[in-house]
């Protein structure tokens, strides 16, 4: 049963902040949101995780609600070189569940 | 500094074959983990290693599906009498610690097609 729900393409625009929503709406109190993206013909690359607080790190902002059902990924200045899947993964341990991701298309 | 690298890129096997792929994690990184990622989906977890002990093997998708980490850094993913079905990208991660949740470093991945 898929944790997540996240639209599966969307596209920006070169500059612009990117706005990444997902659902996780039977998140558990320990479970952590976690996103990582993966640029075509590569691995998957960790972006940012969270519990309950807003984070903010060197690639990105994680935004969660106060019921914790959902999140939005935002990178502040999206380039070409963001396109990619991005993942929004919901868990506690070290088993990721990727899920099909969201198709993010960067446009000049 | 060096990363997650993986062996052979690219791998072509007749079906009913054996195959063997390679994963060097990164230096000093006690937990590996090994991924299957069919065309168009998302990666699949398969197995981690804790050091050389194989902690968890609930992922591998049937008995031809084999891990190693002998000596707690280099694994190896063994897939005997490769079916069709077997035709994925097998990813690696390693991370630096065990337990709960620490971030996942991965490989380029090893693309297998079964013809």
């Known amino acids: 049963d898929a944790k997540t729900t996240q639209p599966p393409s969307m596209d920006c625009a070169e500059g612009r902040a990117a706005n990444l929503p997902c659902n996780h709406s039977?998140?558990?109190?320990?479970?952590?949101v976690y996103w990582y993206r993966q640029i075509h013909s590569q691995g998957p690359q960790y972006i940012i995780h969270?519990?309950?607080n807003n984070e903010t790190n060197e690639m990105a902002s994680l935004i969660i609600t106060e019921d914790r059902k959902s999140s939005t990924l935002i990178l502040p200045h999206a380039t070409l070189r963001d396109t990619a899947v991005y993942y929004c993964?919901?868990?506690?341990?070290?088993?990721?569940?990727f899920g099909a991701g969201t198709t993010v298309t960067v446009r000049a | 500094g060096a990363g997650v690298s993986q062996s052979p890129r690219y791998k072509v096997a007749k079906r009913g074959q054996d195959v063997a792929l390679r994963c060097d994690p990164i230096?000093?990184?006690?937990?590996l983990f090994w991924y299957q990622q069919a065309l168009g989906q998302g990666p699949e977890f398969l197995t981690y290693?804790?050091?050389?002990?194989?902690?968890?093997k609930s992922g591998l998708p049937s008995d031809r599906f084999f891990a190693e980490r002998p000596e707690g850094s280099v694994s190896t993913l063994k897939i005997q009498r490769t079916q069709q079905e077997d035709s994925a990208v097998y990813l690696c991660?390693?991370?630096?610690?065990?337990?709960?949740?620490?971030?996942?470093?991965f490989g380029p991945g090893t693309r297998l097609t079964v013809l």
């Open positions: 039977t998140i558990s109190g320990n479970e952590y």
């Open positions: 290693f804790q050091n050389e002990a194989q902690l968890d």
């Open positions: 991660a390693s991370s630096l610690a065990s337990g709960g949740y620490n971030e996942q470093f």
């Open positions: 969270g519990l309950k």
């Open positions: 230096s000093g990184h006690v937990s």
């Open positions: 993964i919901v868990g506690y341990d070290y088993k990721l569940s």
